[in-house]
């Protein structure tokens, strides 16, 4: 998921860690999913400050995600709208 905010974002793992404090093989980490929970808190801090909401697993649906700057739908584009 967090792999997912960063790429929602257009940043790559080196651009995150410059502007996050983060080192690169702690990012690299974290998304593999083989880093620690106070890195990951910090991961989503980031990420929420710029706009990335997480969702919690609602019912039988897992973890989402949500941009508040990211405008229309994918099928208006899709159809020309």
Do not use: C, H
Request: hydrophobic share 45%; charged share 20%; no cysteine.
């Amino acid at each position: 998921m967090l792999a997912v905010a960063r790429l929602i974002l257009g940043q790559t793992q080196a651009e995150v860690a410059a502007d996050s404090g983060i080192s690169p093989r702690t990012i690299y980490m974290i998304e593999k999913g083989a880093a620690g929970i106070a890195s990951v808190e910090k991961l989503v801090r980031y990420y929420s400050k710029r706009g990335v909401i997480f969702l919690a697993p609602n019912g039988a649906e897992g973890w989402g995600i949500r941009a508040n700057f990211v405008v229309g739908y994918y099928d208006d584009e899709r159809l020309g709208n």
